[in-house]
T-cell receptor, first 111, second 115 residues
Framework: KNEVEQSPQNLTAQEGEFITINCSYSVGISALHWLQQHPGGGIVSLFMLSSGKKKHGRLIATINIQEKHSSLHITASHPRDSAVYICAALNYGGSQGNLIFGKGTKLSVKP | NAGVTQTPKFQVLKTGQSMTLQCAQDMNHNSMYWYRQDPGMGLRLIYYSASEGTTDKGEVPNGYNVSRLNKREFSLRLESAAPSQTSVYFC??????????????FGEGSRLTVL
C-alpha cells in the first residue's frame, strides 16, 4: 500500500467548476508539498504546508494533521489548469530524501 | 532566471552504453535530488545530496552513480544502461538542508530511452 494516496486518479471538469483533489497519507509528516506537472512534463511547486491553509490566486491548499489528509482546491477552473497534480509528504523526522510522492491526479478542464 | 537546468532533454542509448545526465542550479541551494518518473508510479528518488560533498542513496539507486561536483552541479551517471532504466529523469533542488524542507524547484526533465 502506497503511503501517500491521491484521489481521484483522473478528473474531468467543465470550465468554471470548483475542483477538489485529495491526498491522504499514513505516516507522520512534518510537511506536505503540492506540485503541478504540465502536459509538457515540467513540474512546479504550488504549495508547501505543515498546518492550516494556504491560498495563491485561485488555488487553495489545506491540511489536517490529525486526520492525515490534505486537499487542493481550484476555484473557477480554467482549461489552463489541466495538468497532473502531485502531493508529496515529508516523513516526520526524516531527511529531504524521505519525500514520499503520490501517483498524481490528472485533471482535464473542458471549455 | 535559469533555476534548475538539466541536460540532455532527450537521449537514446543502446543497452550497455554509458551516459551522464547533468544538472545545475543557480539559486545557491543546498540540497539536490535525482528522481525518475515511470508511468503509473510516483516520482522515485534515485540519489540525493543534502549539501556539497555529500551524497546518499534513495529508493532506487541500483545502476546509477552520482557526483556533487560543487554546490551548483549534481550529475547522474548510468555506467551500463539497461532497458529498465528507460524513464523520465528529473533533477530538483531546495534551499533547505537535511531534516528540513523547503520549496522544491525542478528541472524540465530528461527523457531517456534504452534500446
Amino acid at each position: 500500500k502506497n503511503e501517500v494516496e491521491q484521489s481521484p486518479q483522473n478528473l474531468t471538469a467543465q470550465e468554471g467548476e470548483f475542483i477538489t483533489i485529495n491526498c491522504s497519507y499514513s505516516v507522520g509528516i512534518s510537511a506536505l508539498h503540492w506540485l503541478q506537472q504540465h502536459p509538457g512534463g515540467g513540474i512546479v511547486s504550488l504549495f508547501m504546508l505543515s498546518s492550516g491553509k494556504k491560498k495563491h490566486g485561485r488555488l487553495i491548499a489545506t491540511i489536517n494533521i490529525q486526520e492525515k489528509h490534505s486537499s487542493l482546491h481550484i476555484t473557477a477552473s480554467h482549461p489552463r489548469d489541466s495538468a497532473v497534480y502531485i502531493c508529496a509528504a515529508l516523513n516526520y523526522g526524516g531527511s529531504q530524501g524521505n519525500l514520499i510522492f503520490g501517483k498524481g491526479t490528472k485533471l482535464s478542464v473542458k471549455p | 532566471n535559469a533555476g534548475v537546468t538539466q541536460t540532455p532533454k532527450f537521449q537514446v542509448l543502446k543497452t550497455g552504453q554509458s551516459m551522464t545526465l547533468q544538472c545545475a542550479q543557480d539559486m545557491n541551494h543546498n540540497s539536490m535530488y535525482w528522481y525518475r518518473q515511470d508511468p503509473g508510479m510516483g516520482l522515485r528518488l534515485i540519489y540525493y545530496s543534502a549539501s556539497e560533498g555529500t551524497t546518499d542513496k534513495g529508493e532506487v539507486p541500483n545502476g546509477y552513480n552520482v557526483s556533487r561536483l560543487n554546490k551548483r552541479e549534481f550529475s547522474l551517471r548510468l555506467e551500463s544502461a539497461a532497458p529498465s532504466q528507460t524513464s523520465v529523469y528529473f533533477c530538483a533542488s531546495t534551499l533547505a538542508g537535511v531534516y528540513a524542507t523547503g520549496e522544491l524547484f525542478f528541472g524540465e526533465g530528461s527523457r531517456l530511452t534504452v534500446l
